[in-house]
């Protein structure tokens, strides 16, 4: 089932149901509650690299959960707990999490300044590397693009980095068209450091530029 399409209200509302029970209890099967590394609100921990689940598309998150399970994207942690699971656990825990409410991702437009380094990435990639703008295929300032390209903004940057990492070492491997790994290789270890650092914080930051402009107007 794609849920943007063809759930009915009854059915995405037994599912939030049912992965609700599967985040704070687990499934009984083997699959041990989602809370326990996501946090209660689906926040993620950026202490320890896990991500923020809260406000993702359904259908994204029950394509990563089904890659853990066919193993196109590994992680130790991950793989057991999603081989527990089952089609309908699934879907019934990415609609949960795509539920809850994740942060309020910024929509103002700010031109890339040259000397953001971060920023200039962004937006207009590294092309002398051969890098396109994150925000080609992640949507202006990291919203994320419908099901396929997730949002970055407000994600944590340990989450990001290790990520950027799997791309590249090929542990992770269910991207469309096998665009990230290219793009990670590529990637100078600064460059990780400040485009994780970038999208983490993007919301706050234009938020204050936001603020900034309206003290400005008379």
């Known amino acids: 089932m794609v849920w943007g399409t063809c759930a009915t209200l009854p059915a995405w509302t037994d599912a ?5 029970a599967i985040s704070q209890q687990g499934n009984g099967q083997g699959a041990v509650a989602c809370l326990s590394c996501h946090g209660p609100q689906g926040e993620g921990n950026a202490a320890v690299g896990f991500p923020r689940l809260a406000g993702l598309p359904a259908d994204y ?5 089904r890659s853990y399970r066919d193993g196109t994207r590994q992680n130790p942690m991950m793989q057991p707990f999603a081989l527990a699971l089952s089609d309908e656990d699934i879907q019934a825990v990415s609609a949960y999490y795509a539920s809850l409410e994740g942060p309020n991702l910024p ?3 700010q031109a890339a300044a040259p000397e ?3 920023e200039w990435l962004a937006e207009r990639g590294d092309w002398e590397n ?8 992640h949507g202006p300032n990291g919203q994320g693009v419908r ?6 903004a407000g994600q944590h940057a340990s989450y990001m980095a290790a990520q950027l990492n799997a791309w590249r070492n090929g542990t992770r491997s269910n991207d469309p068209n096998g665009l ?15 485009i994780t650092a970038y999208y983490a914080t ?8 936001a603020a900034a402009g309206q003290e400005e107007t008379p």
């Open 202 to 209: 993007l919301p706050e930051q234009l938020s204050s530029h």
């Open 61 to 65: 998150l029950s394509h990563q959960l």
């Open 180 to 194: 990230m790994q290219g793009i990670a290789e590529r990637l100078s270890e600064e460059q990780f450091g400040l």
């Open 130 to 137: 051969t890098i396109p703008a994150c925000n080609q295929c």
């Open 116 to 118: 953001n380094t971060a």
């Open 16 to 20: 939030i149901q049912q992965g609700q």
């Open 107 to 109: 929509t103002a437009y």
């Open 147 to 152: 099901d396929i390209f997730p949002p970055l």
